[in-house]
Antibody
Framework: EVQLVESGGGLVQPGGSLRLSCAAS????????MHWVRQAPGKGLVWVSR????????TYADSVKGRFTVSRDNAKNTLFLQMNSLGAEDTAVYYC??????????????WGRGTLVTVSS | DIQMTQSPPSLSASVGDRVTITCRAS??????LNWYQQKPGKAPKLLIY???SLQSGVPSSFSGSGSGTDFTLTISSLQPEDFATYYC?????????FGPGTKLEI
């Protein structure tokens, strides 16, 4: 089955760190760019970061730049998001999503179910 | 960053109705516009990509149009399972911003 499954969320204190994982299956993970998108409780979707297929290029939203690091292990079909210096504003469900491209235009055609990160003392 | 707006923020409709949701970008994004559907507690689901291409498995009652700065998502005949929140997203440049969403209610 083609799927993405996130894990690693939980409760963390302000200023703390957390590492999210996204396990991919059913498709050739190493050929796809991957993204992280988050959604604060009751709010809309916010794009967080992306990584190219071999992990050599990454991009971040300004709100997480310098604090979050996206990486991947293609041998293990897994995407990661290392989150440091967490604040209350980072509380959200974090989704990983597969990037697909056609006619030079990107879209996210496969999403995981998400993992909840709560930053609170 | 490219800002995305949607109207209306919420919409009440009935089964069988035809509804249109509008999305506007703060600058031209060509056809780099996608639409997603999200139901409570679930992940977003891709409906339309590159402004007007229907994702595989999505009912043909959904359609998208537009280019440049103005886009629309149309549902030709609402079904009970269509009541959800709809988001547009630009993929013209990073950050790939989403619209604030349109909640479609019965």
């Amino acid at each position: 089955e083609v799927q993405l499954v996130e894990s690693g969320g939980g409760l963390v204190q302000p200023g703390g760190s957390l590492r999210l994982s996204c396990a991919a299956s059913g498709f050739t993970f190493s050929t796809y760019w991957m993204h992280w998108v988050r959604q604060a409780p009751g709010k809309g979707l916010v794009w967080v970061s992306r990584i190219n297929s071999d992990g050599s290029s990454t991009t971040y939203a300004d709100s997480v730049k310098g604090r979050f690091t996206v990486s991947r292990d293609n041998a293990k079909n897994t995407l990661f998001l290392q989150m440091n210096s967490l604040g209350a504003e980072d509380t959200a469900v974090y989704y990983c999503a597969r990037g697909e491209v056609t006619r030079s235009s990107w879209f996210f055609d496969l999403w995981g179910r998400g993992t909840l990160v709560t930053v609170s003392s | 960053d490219i800002q995305m707006t949607q109207s209306p923020p919420s919409l009440s409709a009935s089964v069988g109705d035809r509804v249109t949701i509008t999305c506007r970008a703060s600058q031209s994004i060509s056809s780099n516009l996608n639409w997603y559907q999200q139901k409570p507690g679930k992940a977003p689901k891709l409906l339309i990509y590159v402004a007007s291409s229907l994702q595989s498995g999505v009912p043909s009652s959904f359609s998208g149009s537009g280019s440049g700065t103005d886009f629309t998502l149309t549902i030709s005949s609402l079904q009970p399972e269509d009541f959800a929140t709809y988001y547009c997203q630009q993929s013209h440049s990073t950050p790939y911003t989403f619209g604030p969403g349109t909640k479609l209610e019965i």
